[in-house]
C-alpha cells in the first residue's frame, strides 16, 4: 500500500522552514557541483574558497577563509593546496603577521573562477534564480544574515 506524504499543513511550519532550508541547500548544492565538476574538474568547496577570493581586492589570510567558508580549517587548507597544485592560488607569507599565510588566486584562477561562476549561475537559474523575484532572493538573504548574525554572536 503506498504511503502519502506529509503535507506542509501537517508540519509546523518552523519545521517545515528548517527543512526547507536542508532540502534546498541539499539539492541546489549537489546541482552546482554536478555542474562545475563535470565542466571544469571543479568541487564546489573549491569554487567556495575561489568566490571568497575572487570577492576580495586583496590576498586574504587562510583564516579569514576558514571563518567565511563552510569549510573546517582543515578543509580550507586542503582546498588551498589543491588550488595551488592546479595553479589558481598562490600563498604569500603575510606582511602583517609572520604566523600567518595569504592567498590570491593567480591569472589564471581568475579566468577559471570566471567560466567556473558562468556554469555555477547557468545551473542555478532554472532551479533558483529564475523561480525567484527580487524581493524573495532579498527576503532569503536578510534570513540567512540573521542566521550568520546568531551562530557568530557569543552564545
Known amino acids: 500500500m503506498p504511503k502519502r506524504k506529509l503535507t506542509q499543513a501537517e508540519m509546523p ?8 532550508l536542508v532540502w534546498a541547500g541539499t539539492v541546489l548544492t ?11 574538474d571543479l568541487p564546489v568547496s573549491w569554487f567556495e ?8 581586492p586583496d590576498p586574504v589570510p587562510a583564516s579569514v577563509l576558514g571563518n567565511s567558508t563552510m569549510l573546517s580549517r582543515s578543509q580550507v587548507s586542503r582546498v588551498i593546496d ?4 592546479r595553479g589558481l592560488v598562490t600563498r604569500t607569507p603575510s606582511a602583517r ?9 593567480t591569472p589564471e584562477g581568475h579566468r577559471l573562477f570566471a567560466e567556473a561562476d558562468e556554469t ?3 545551473s542555478l537559474a532554472p532551479a533558483f ?3 525567484l523575484d527580487q524581493e524573495d532572493l532579498e527576503a532569503l538573504s536578510a ?13
Open 30 to 40: 549537489e546541482r552546482v557541483d554536478r555542474a562545475l565538476s563535470k565542466a571544469h
Open 97 to 105: 603577521d609572520a604566523r600567518s599565510i595569504e592567498v590570491a588566486l
Open 129 to 131: 534564480t529564475d523561480l
Open 120 to 122: 555555477r549561475r547557468a
Open 13 to 20: 511550519v518552523a519545521d517545515h522552514a528548517f527543512y526547507g
Open 143 to 155: 534570513v540567512w544574515r540573521k542566521l550568520k548574525a546568531s551562530k557568530e554572536s557569543p552564545a
Open 82 to 85: 589543491a588550488l595551488q597544485a
Open 49 to 56: 574558497v575561489m568566490l571568497w577570493l575572487a570577492s576580495s
